[in-house]
């Protein structure tokens, strides 16, 4: 996708780019790399960081890749140390990582939430406090955007994401007011269904739920996804912190993604009908 942006944008910055490997990730690595800012990359799968880190470097891009598992602390204190040794000082992070499984409420194992959880709003929060510690706040400039999910109005069909979504949505917040004194700007992104390897994982049927429930009737592409996290990690988004851009076609306000079962409704409490006689 061309860029709107002007060549030398984040030329002399470094930004890092969690899930970097792939989809959402590897385009806004991409994107910020065109742009002119050095790229680190992380995820758990060392051969996906490679390749993502081979095909950055042939486009010029000076990259630092490692293998790095949010959830967990100590790999996530080890990368971004390593990423100032190797790159310099980050002023833009991209907490990108993240994903989970289809389940009903009713039926997640008690691990499963606790997985998905961690890896969402865990690994975020781990990520964030560490690189606003070593390299945003001593430099007293940072931009932070964080790739949520359409929970506007729930996530039916996903309650585990949905609840670590809007925890990082509310993270988003306090950071932005308690950070702003550091000039660290903290933002969200919120996707709606967007084509990547990600959701080439979902089955078909859903995928083409959901587009038929999307206003504009198609899917996002993550390089549109990417721009958006350009113009939010740029100066040109100075004044802006503290707030989730939603990029779904309009889906957060319309369409849904769970049928809700045909089903008889209960009978309304006795108050309910002796309020109505009223
Ligand atoms: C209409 C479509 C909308 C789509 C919108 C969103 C799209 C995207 O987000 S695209 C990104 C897509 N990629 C993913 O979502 C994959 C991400 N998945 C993972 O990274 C991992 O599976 C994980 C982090 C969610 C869990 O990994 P891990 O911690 O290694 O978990 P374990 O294997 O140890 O299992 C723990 C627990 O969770 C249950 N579980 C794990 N995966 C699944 C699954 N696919 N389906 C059902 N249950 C799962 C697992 O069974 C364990 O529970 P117990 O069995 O009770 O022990
Ligand atoms: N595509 C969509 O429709 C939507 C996507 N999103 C979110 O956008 C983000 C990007 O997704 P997308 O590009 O579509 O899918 P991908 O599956 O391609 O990207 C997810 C990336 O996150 C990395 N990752 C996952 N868990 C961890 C972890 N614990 N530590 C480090 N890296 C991790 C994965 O790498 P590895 O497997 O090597 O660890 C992978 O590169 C995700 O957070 C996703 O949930 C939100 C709404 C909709």
Request: with cysteine; proline share 5%.
């Amino acid at each position: 996708m061309p860029s709107i942006f002007r060549k030398d944008l984040f030329q002399g910055q470094v930004a890092i780019v969690t899930g970097g490997g792939s989809g959402i990730g590897l385009a806004t690595a991409t994107t910020l790399g065109e742009l002119g800012a050095k790229i680190a990359i992380c995820g758990r799968k060392k051969e996906k960081l490679d390749a993502a880190a081979e095909t950055l470097a042939k486009r010029g891009i000076e990259v630092f890749a490692d293998a790095c598992d949010i959830r967990e602390m100590e790999q996530v204190t080890a990368f971004v140390a390593a990423v100032k040794e190797k790159l310099g000082t980050a002023s833009v992070l991209v907490n990108n990582a993240g994903g989970q499984f289809p389940t009903t409420a009713e039926t997640v194992s008690a691990r499963g939430w606790e997985a998905v959880v961690r890896n969402n709003l865990n690994g975020t929060f781990f990520m964030t406090q560490s690189v606003a510690n070593l390299h945003m706040i001593p430099a007293k400039r940072g931009r932070v955007v964080n790739v949520i999910a359409n929970v506007a109005r729930g996530f039916p069909g996903m309650v585990h994401t949905g609840a670590a979504r809007a925890g990082v949505e509310n993270m988003t917040k306090t950071l932005a007011i308690e950070w702003a004194q550091y000039n660290v700007q903290v933002n969200a992104v919120a996707p709606g269904v967007i084509r990547t390897s990600g959701t080439d994982q979902y089955p078909p049927e859903l995928l083409e739920l959901s587009r038929e429930r999307t206003p504009m009737k198609r899917l996002g592409t993550a390089g549109e996804v990417a721009q958006l996290i350009a113009y939010l990690a740029s100066d040109a988004a100075f004044f802006v912190t503290g707030v989730t851009w939603y990029i779904d076609g309009g889906a957060h306000l319309w369409g849904d993604n769970w049928i809700i079962a045909d089903a008889e409704p209960p009978p309304p409490p006795a108050i309910v009908a002796e309020l109505a006689k009223e």
